[in-house]
């Protein structure tokens, strides 16, 4: 199980991804990443990403991924990402953006093509959300308070 990792080769360390890509396309992959790398790094030993740059008057400043694999922003929809750490109870949407926040060992990350229009403006739900979660719990990511 990932959790039980222990650090990796050399000064590398070890991350679980998560990409769904909505209507129930969920891939996961186990990377290992420099220690020190961001959770962009992380995304990008794990899929074909797309950025675009700081751009500090449109609110945000650092990097904004803007597709994952083909799968692009939209005006109704955009991706999103949560971290699960070690010690904490579940899934978190962190309020850096993902060039600044530094990858733990161990560290669950999910990235989420977030339909606004259709879920609402705050997501309630975690990053492994799909339409399979009303008839089976067990592999719905927590709703969050």
Not at 19 to 37: K, L, M, T, W
Not at 40 to 68: Q, R
Not at 115 to 140: D, I, M, Q
């Amino acid at each position: 199980m990932f959790f039980g990792w222990s650090k990796g080769r050399g000064d590398e360390i070890k991350a679980f991804v998560s990409i769904n890509y909505g209507s129930d396309q969920i891939r996961h992959e186990a990377v290992e990443v420099p220690f020190g790398a961001s959770v962009l790094d992380a995304l990008k030993a794990a899929a074909n990403v797309e950025v675009a740059p700081d751009e500090s008057s449109t609110g945000h400043s650092g990097p904004m991924v803007t597709a994952i694999d083909g799968f692009f922003n939209g005006i109704d929809q955009a991706w999103i990402y949560y971290v699960f750490e070690r010690g904490e109870s579940g899934w978190r949407i962190p309020e850096e953006m993902p060039d600044s926040l530094r990858v733990s060992n161990g560290m669950r990350i999910g990235w989420r093509l977030y339909n606004f229009k259709e879920r609402g403006a705050v997501p309630k739900e975690g990053p492994l959300w799909s339409s399979r979660c009303a008839s089976k719990t067990r592999t719905c990511a927590r709703q969050f308070p």
